[in-house]
Nanobody, 126 residues
């Protein structure tokens, strides 16, 4: 079983950058499609980005396309979310999720994911 653990959140000014990391305290992440989701106060959890099991495919929410980049380093058992040009509306708790799949495609719906991290807070000040 895999247990995602996020890190790298914090406080940043608008226009700044942060890189989130997601590692596993259990089974290797290379067997899973991975995704990032976020939840702002008073809002539902929303999809941010996804990457396929071997990293050949990625997919982004329109709200972050061109600003965020998801990547994975299976040798380091880590998935990353590089966030640039951050906006106050990006403020949220960011969650890493792992989905069991034999497919080489990305997983988008939250219900596709089997394991979730505890989240890391990202706050963007204006």
């Amino acid at each position: 079983q895999v247990q995602p653990v996020e890190s790298g959140g914090g406080l940043v000014q608008a226009g700044g950058s942060l890189r989130l990391s997601c590692a596993s305290s259990g089974r290797t992440l290379s067997s899973y499609a991975m995704g990032w989701f976020r939840q702002a106060p008073g809002k539902e959890r929303e999809f941010v980005a996804a990457i396929s099991r071997i990293g050949g495919s990625t997919y982004y929410a329109d709200s972050v396309k061109g600003r965020f980049t998801i990547s994975r380093d299976n040798a380091k058992n880590t998935v990353y979310l590089q966030m640039t040009s951050l906006k106050p509306e990006d403020t949220a708790v960011y969650y890493c999720a792992a989905g069991s799949t034999y497919s080489t495609r990305v997983l988008i719906p939250a219900t596709s994911y089997d394991y979730w991290g505890q989240g890391t807070q990202v706050t963007v000040s204006s």
